[in-house]
């Protein structure tokens, strides 16, 4: 195991009917509330009226930031950081799913960064300055940005798709109410789940070893996702599923099963390409691509945690590595399709075509061709894609 | 799942070669540090001599109350709390395992309590005032009071050990270096995984259903019990076993696997009372408890999630519910013995003379008696110490 450091102060207020505890916790940092929000599906749920109305009752002026994009823009975040100056914003209140949340971190730090926070962003340093304060409702099950300190911004000038974080970015207070994921509709809820289950697989695959802690707990979230996710899809209205998919994805990405191990990840640089280039749900693209990179990368060297996967994770019995392993992948796949994700890129409309500028981009973007569970280079990332093209068979 | 709070704001350094980040640590808090530890094994190892001279170098002045008990004392609380305030300690610096951190606590709260602290602790209503900082540097893996709120102490006047606890008793930083764990002797490896384990398997067997998150964690940190700890007891030096047992220890009892679950814990109540009449090892106590008690409460209704604890834990291949949950009890049981535990009471000193009135105070200071997962009376836990008395066969 490697020496880490795990520090998660996030207030994290879990279960149904606990918003009126929303104005206390406003309260610790001021009056002045930034409240970041999506589509306006919490217009439809009602979630935006209570804000609203406990707002107004309690004395909070609310500075609306709407619109916020499923991958959020930068301009967008130019935007809040603005409001924010403008009208003295205390604390920025974000309602929503992860990318609510990144643009909100990114406005929280980008109040207080002398340069234009993009600049910052693709830097690719972090950010180790202040921040406003952030509070979240959490309203999907997906990114775990209600519970860590980092932020994925896109720039569609660029074609950039780039991560950042810092320690002042992470929530203060999230709250997790399963019912505020009652109304997501089966494919955000499929590819919100796929989005939990790659931050685990990319953390489990490392280049180090050791750390039982973490590919144990990692394990038993992973089945959380696998028996909890088809429930949900079922009657989206099933509590203990809907909470157990939200808390999952907060410990999927709050350091609980990736400190400790070094590397970086594989699928998610490769992913981000798409979505930057596509503006594809990137829970879609990183179901439709885990698959592939794990039949990818199997080898001699790799095949025994493959196995570990498919024996501890899908409960296969199957004695002969190999045939264990190319069991667990295609017990994934075979997941992903039950759940109703489309499983290749025309599909999702991804052709070829830019196959060789997404895979340069992967590789420029990010550390897979040097720190990757196994390397890749941008020639590997477009077999990748290939195999992507159609469906697939593992075994 | 059951609506719960997860803050969590212990600052974790984990990892060897880290002492040199102690200073720091301690100068966001002030220069007077109170010096907590045992019964010296420090000395020998070389942290005593490590921590006083950083202290010198960086103008630390170090106060210290040495010989904390294996259970610690409430007298032993009285005179921390009176050297803190003779001598204007702004931190308390504690080192070793789960009695001089939970002793550290009493004094960080009884420094500014206005009652005398045992008035607190017998009170049973927790504590909510101010304490002290407390960083801890662990040397044992087993209690997790390294990353959490709680403490318990003894009182051997009235043969009580009560816990208590408050959220600001929660250790503001703490270095877990596994190395600290190389010279641990058998016995307590053994007896400190055993904690661990029991701390896993009281929020697991629960009234509450449906929380599958900390149920899959749970597993997934008994599984890493069950491989390290073998392994340390093996090779004491082996760094990957001490450090998964490490940090499972502080992860199976910092709220990631009991919050979400209602009701109280049964083990534990009945092993206080051993351990407040005969002074015996606290994880040792357990060990001996822990199988019985499961014997004991295996029924129709409970013999479900027995069966999954034998399958998820113990990979017990087995489809009859009833002979699945036995082979998990025995599964355990025959652990222990592995791990060289003495088995039944008679081996720790105690005999039958006492349970009667044993049992009657686990029901008086815990609510065994109702809110247990399976309710137990004190005609039920003398019983279960009768268990104890000889060797177990569950199958």
Redesign the interface.
Known sequence: ??????????????????LDELPAVLDQFGKNVLLVYGGGSIKRNGLYQQITDLAQKNGHTLIELSGVEPNPRIETVRKGIELCKENQVDVILAVGGGSTIDCSKAIAAGFYSEEDIWTVIAARKGYTGPALPIVTILTLAATGSEMNAGAVISNLETNQKLGFGGPNMIPKVSFLD?TNTFTVPQNQTAAGSADIFSHLIENYFSIS?????Q???????M??VI??CPIALENPED??AR??LM??SS?ALNG?TG??KQGVWSCHPMEHELSAFYDITHGIGLAILTPRWMNYVLSEQTVGKFAQFARNVWGI?EQEEEVAAKKGIQALYDYFVACGIPMTLPEVGIEADKFEEMAQQAVDHSAIAEKAYVPLDAADIVAIYKDCLTESQFI
Chains 1, 2 share one sequence.
């Open positions: 195991m490697e020496n880490f450091n795990f520090y998660v102060p996030t207030d994290i207020r879990f279960g149904k009917d606990r399963p070893t050791g750390a039982d802690v590919d144990f707990v990692s394990e038993g979230l089945r959380t028996k909890n509590y203990d909470a157990n808390w999952a410990l609980l400190r400790g019995v």
